[in-house]
């Protein structure tokens, strides 16, 4: 869940039966080299005030706080599988959704991270804010998230260009075995 939602009133986390069911997960980005303690008194938005307020609202329903190295474990991935150093911005929260459903499924698909013919200057579904960079990404490394996502698609070109889907493995049907920058293993 984008933090943004959970701390700004007009999404009326707290309230909306939108945020009432399913299990929800949280996150907030952390310096790189943070620790816990760092985290927890410094977050970018009141996280734990807005959790513990859900929490006594809602005690039985799913919600769980990534812990901030994980974002950088998926910056690093991504860096990983990247020919040229990328800048230390913490992934999309669209990205890091997608890998979460990568460790829970057989398949996922996506639509619309990598744009269709319907290509939109459109940052967020929550938002009418439009920026060219949301494409291509200012803060996150979006571009590179893009390759890396285009790379594991297993579907066609065509589904991405008319529909704007992509077609992931899960983690356990994944072939990692590949170099990066190499083409996508056939195997």
């Not at 734990?48 to 929490?55: K, L, M």
């Not at 974002?71 to 040229?84: L, T």
């Not at 057989?106 to 744009?115: G, S, T």
Request: glycine share 4%; aromatic share 14%.
């Amino acid at each position: 869940m984008c933090l943004q939602v959970m701390a700004s009133d007009e999404h009326r986390f707290l309230s909306s039966s939108l945020y009432s069911s399913g299990a929800l997960v949280a996150w907030d980005p952390a310096p790189f080299s943070s620790d816990l303690t760092q985290w927890y008194n410094r977050t970018d938005y009141p996280i734990f005030v807005q959790y513990q307020r859900y929490r006594r609202l809602h005690p039985l329903q799913p919600f769980y706080i990534l812990h901030p190295r994980f974002e950088w474990q998926v910056w690093q991935r991504i860096q990983d599988n990247m020919a040229e150093p990328i800048q230390r911005n913490p992934p999309s929260s669209g990205f890091l959704g997608t890998v979460l459903m990568m460790s829970l499924c057989e398949v996922v698909h996506v639509y619309e991270f990598l744009p269709s013919r319907r290509k939109t200057e459109l940052c967020h579904y929550y938002q009418r804010f439009y920026d060219a960079a949301c494409t291509l990404g200012a803060y996150h490394p979006l571009l590179y998230e893009k390759n890396l996502v285009k790379r594991m698609n297993q579907g066609s070109d065509r589904d991405i260009f008319t529909r704007g889907r992509v077609t992931l493995p899960g983690f356990l049907k994944l072939n990692c075995t590949q170099s990066p920058g190499g083409p996508p293993s056939t195997d």
